[in-house]
């Protein structure tokens, strides 16, 4: 374990399906963050968290809604999504937002149908 | 243009053999850097951070150059365990905002 977890490991949903990604980490982190991989491609950051509050939003689709509902816990809830959002989603956790030490969960390898 | 660029390889080598990684970012206000490592359907982990002077850790060194926005890593007498995705990472920020921006990586594969 990481001290990061994230669950499920593996989802598979279809396009019309309403489904949440979860993130928790109890290593006293108040920063949390959720990163999208897809193949061939680098890391892109998607939301930023800072003690709950979303400090950014990476131009990501409406379709993808986070939640933050403590600084231990985050979410991913995911309606109507396409193909091309199939990806490896992997949330982090640092102790502050200034502090670039992240530890990353072992991530949510999604595909749409 | 992306930020962090990486030749994404692969690169098959020997074991036993040197090999180098180049990686150049886009944004001069980037302060810190780091290559990160990944195996095949795992999570990102912190390999080792990147200083003007120079950083080595065993067999891997890293360093950085910041007139030239380059960045590199250096991997001697390559282990078949060295097999992996190499991350380059930039973080540019303050003490109250920040991120890390990843490069697209570079893929090492180490043959008996």
């Known amino acids: 374990e990481t001290g990061v977890t994230q669950t499920p490991r593996h989802l598979v949903m279809g396009m019309t399906n309403k489904k949440s990604l979860k993130c928790e980490q109890h290593l006293g982190h108040n920063a949390m963050y959720w990163y999208k991989q897809s193949a061939k491609k680098p890391l892109e950051l998607m939301f930023v968290y800072n003690f709950k509050e979303q400090t950014e939003n990476n131009s990501v689709p409406s379709r993808f809604s986070p939640e933050c509902p403590n600084s231990s816990h985050l979410f991913l809830h995911l309606h109507t999504l396409q193909p091309e959002d199939s990806a490896l989603y992997l949330c982090?956790?640092?102790?502050?937002?200034?502090?670039?030490?992240?530890?990353f969960g072992s991530g949510t390898r999604l595909t749409v149908v | 243009r992306k930020e962090v660029e990486q030749d994404p390889g692969p690169f098959n080598v020997p074991e036993g053999a040197t090999v180098a990684f180049n990686c150049t970012y886009s944004n001069s206000a980037s302060q810190s850097f780091f290559w990160y490592r990944q195996d095949c359907r795992k999570e990102p982990k912190l390999l080792m951070s990147v200083y003007s002077s120079g950083n080595e850790d065993g067999r891997f060194t890293a360093q950085l150059n910041r007139a030239s926005q380059y960045i590199s890593l250096l991997i001697r007498d390559s282990k078949l365990s060295d097999s992996a995705t190499y991350l380059c990472?930039?973080?540019?920020?303050?003490?109250?905002?920040?991120?890390?921006?990843f490069g697209q990586g570079t893929t090492l594969q180490v043959k008996p």
């Open positions: 982090a956790s640092s102790k502050t937002i200034g502090d670039y030490g992240y530890t």
């Open positions: 990472v930039a973080w540019h920020g303050s003490s109250n905002t920040g991120k890390l921006i």
